[in-house]
């Protein structure tokens, strides 16, 4: 009986498909100019949609809103897709299907969920989605799918940067960098203390500088930070770089061009060569990431596109992640104050006599759970990276087939009472954003002139959980200085 209904549906689908082609090649005899083609080609998209929707209505994958007709859900989806998905998930459940275009992709909502996609189901969906073009052709760790450059490359990146070996191996670097954007800040106070203090534009340049000394064992110059910081948001605005056209296949190649993509890669290498792999533009301070990358590439076990995607990967997600979960934070405590507490438990156990270092954050609680509770409110990818399935799986009691994207909603997971570790770099990031904060509150009294109703908290669309309005009063602010005057010079 069961072999009879798989017969019966499956000769249906062979029929369907036998039928269209049979009717395109009739249509196409009949074709006489350039206008036949187009409405030939138009009348073949119509029946393979039919045919695809039939399919659908077929399969057991997850429920989710009605698709639209070539467009799917797009046209549905909010700016911020995580609202989306998330009213979706209080309507048809924790796992979801959205129809970007003609791609399925699975929503996962929950923590239970989560732990099938990442952990038990790792195997088949720990492939990468690669949607934009700049994405090193999945050559990188963040896009490459799973086998073993992917486990050669992870396995390189987990004990160069993130064990605890090297947590603790770079923790004086660390430091050494915090202090020095607190130096910064302090001497700009003395030059005239009535100014407000631009804090996005030091948490940007201390997230930026240890994340550089970690990886290629140097900082940036400030024209050479200007520039990347200019190149990475560049990234962000090219048509095409996880836009609707990603997914709309059928619209893609007639509205992007690799123009404006080549010229980006180019500018993008070009700075690469001089900023990081010139040993002549700055020595570095002592053996780093990208040295143990460069001797892999010299016995030709790496090509230089792996070895400056993986870099890019690193400076990327490190740098601008931490910096917005600080901002984020400081945010927070404005609207909710308790700067005051904080500040205390930051004297009793650091004093004021030094300045705060990491070994003092297992100490200090409060300050651990003001920035967790930044994290869970406002993740800096609200959305992971999206994974495809590499072949059909079940999650949740439904089928993800083959080819589908997944998605793990981050920021609905994070209001989820259960916890847990997800990411290989979380003790690194949290030691880092720990120290600055700790810092710049142990460091400074910071006073807000706008009432906290005025705060905008809106997050501005993108892979990135940036702030909206990101000059408002959160990152300007008039501070002074709390301790002792020797300390800072």
Not at 140 to 159: F, P
Not at 165 to 191: G, Q, T
Not at 250 to 272: E, G, P, V, Y
């Amino acid at each position: 009986m069961i072999l009879s209904k798989l017969f019966i549906k499956n000769h249906f689908a062979v029929r369907m498909h036998q039928t269209c082609i049979t009717i395109f090649f009739f249509l196409f005899s009949l074709c006489q100019s350039k206008m036949d083609l187009l409405l030939i080609t138009l009348i073949t998209i119509i029946i393979a949609a039919v045919i695809q929707n039939l399919r659908r209505r077929r399969s057991n994958i997850p429920p989710g809103p009605p698709p639209q007709f070539l467009v799917g859900n797009l046209n549905q989806l909010k700016p911020l897709w995580t609202q989306s998905f998330s009213e979706w998930s209080q309507t048809y459940g924790p796992i979801i299907s959205v129809w970007l275009g003609s791609q399925l992709a699975v929503v996962v909502s929950s923590s239970d969920l989560a732990k099938q996609v990442l952990r038990d189901k790792d195997y088949q969906l720990c492939n990468g989605y690669r949607t934009a073009r700049m994405t090193q052709n999945g050559s990188d760790l963040i896009w490459s799918d799973y086998g073993a450059h992917y486990v050669k490359m992870r396995k390189l990146c987990t004990l160069e940067l993130f064990s605890l070996k090297s947590i603790e191996c770079f923790r004086s670097m660390r430091e050494m960098e915090v202090r020095s954007v607190v130096k910064s800040i302090y001497k700009d106070l003395m030059s005239d203390d009535q100014k407000p203090v631009v804090l996005r534009t030091y948490l940007g340049s201390v997230a930026l500088n240890i994340v550089s000394r970690l990886v290629i064992g140097k900082t940036f110059g400030p024209k050479e930070a200007r520039e990347f910081k200019s190149i990475v948001d560049r990234e962000t605005r090219l048509p095409g770089a996880t836009k609707m056209l990603d997914y709309a296949t059928w619209l893609s190649s007639w509205f992007t061009s690799d123009k404006a993509f080549m010229k980006h890669m180019a500018r993008r290498k070009k700075w690469f060569r001089r900023a990081v792999m010139d040993d002549e533009f700055g020595g570095r301070v002592k053996k780093c990431f990208v040295q143990s990358l460069l001797a892999l590439k010299e016995k030709n076990e790496l090509t230089e596109e792996t070895v400056m995607g993986l870099v890019w990967n690193m400076l990327t997600a490190g740098a601008d992640t931490t910096a917005i979960t600080i901002k984020w934070a400081m945010a927070e405590m404005i609207r909710c104050p308790a700067v005051q507490d904080l500040q205390n438990e930051l004297d009793a156990v650091v004093g004021s006599e030094r300045f705060m270092s990491d070994t003092d954050i297992p100490k200090l609680p409060y300050l651990q759970c003001v920035l967790k509770e930044a994290l869970r409110l406002h993740p800096p990818t609200p959305l992971m990276l999206p994974h495809k399935a590499s072949e059909s799986v079940q999650i949740g009691g439904y089928r993800v087939p083959k080819g589908a994207t997944v998605y793990v909603n981050v920021q609905a997971i994070g209001r989820d009472p259960a916890n847990w570790s997800m990411c290989p770099a979380a003790q690194l990031s949290l030691n880092m954003m720990t120290l600055a904060l700790g810092n710049f509150l142990h460091c400074f009294s910071w006073r807000f002139s706008t009432p906290q109703e005025h705060i905008d908290m809106t997050k501005k669309p993108g892979l990135v959980c940036y702030m909206k309005t990101p000059l408002q009063t959160p990152l300007q602010a008039l501070a002074s200085s709390r301790l002792p005057q020797e300390l800072y010079l």
